[in-house]
């Protein structure tokens, strides 16, 4: 059974950084074609898709936001690691992280809502 | 910056019939952009329907398919239900990177 969790701050304040864990069960990330990704969905608004990372560590970004982001892995405490610098009033959004394999982003965790606010 | 357009939203009656399509800014969709689709009730997190075009996960009701459409990602829903009504998200991959679109609101009534 894959289940997958994100957790991290609810709130930012603008210009700081924003780190958000996964913690996943139930599949490895050492396996071939495994992946996790993020995805973002501000309040009332379209999902927008941010980053995924393989086992090979294999990293990929959304040119839109490649130069804030980066995404790393611990393997041995299945957990996956978004960074995003320079927070903006505009990034306020449920995040999410999700399993990748056979190109499919088929298992998503719940979403954790983070307010970007002075 | 490559655009996904789907319709912004569609209504269709209990037990009818609905396609919603997705369309990439850089042409036709093939099968090579691996469309996946995606269901989101409120203050949900998206479930997964479809993978490239046409496969079900295990949980995908019979009623819900994917294929092209005339260069376009499609969903179609036959025999709808009542608790379909929902958002549909398409999601579409270029060389490594992913696109949603920006969602189609069904409408059942």
């Known amino acids: 059974q894959i289940t997958l969790k994100e957790s991290g701050p609810t709130l930012v304040t603008p210009t700081q950084t924003l780190t958000l864990t996964c913690t996943f069960s139930g599949f490895s990330l050492s396996t071939s074609g495994v992946a996790v990704g993020w995805i973002r969905q501000p309040p009332g608004k379209a999902l927008e898709w941010l980053t995924l990372i393989y086992g090979n560590d294999d990293k990929r970004y959304s040119p839109s936001l490649e130069d804030r982001l980066t995404i790393t892995k611990d393997t041995s405490k299945n957990q996956v690691v978004l960074t995003m610098t320079n927070m903006d009033p505009l990034d306020t959004a449920t995040y999410y992280c999700?399993?990748?394999?056979?190109?499919?982003?088929?298992?998503w965790g719940q979403g954790t809502l983070v307010t970007v606010s002075s | 910056q490559t655009v996904v357009t789907q319709e912004p939203s569609l209504t269709v009656s209990p037990g009818g019939t609905v396609t919603l399509t997705c369309a990439s800014s850089t042409g036709a969709v093939t099968s090579g952009h691996w469309p996946n689709w995606f269901q989101q009730k409120p203050g949900q997190a998206p479930r997964a329907l479809i993978y490239t075009t046409s496969n079900k996960h295990s949980w995908t009701p019979a009623r819900f398919s994917g294929s092209l459409l005339g260069g376009k990602a499609a969903l179609t829903l036959s025999g709808v239900q009542p608790e379909d009504e929902a958002e549909y998200y398409c999601?579409?991959?270029?060389?490594?990177?992913?696109?949603f679109g920006g969602g189609t609101k069904l409408t059942v009534l």
């Open positions: 999700a399993h990748r394999e056979r190109s499919a982003f088929d298992y």
């Open positions: 999601l579409l991959h270029y060389g490594g990177i992913w696109v």
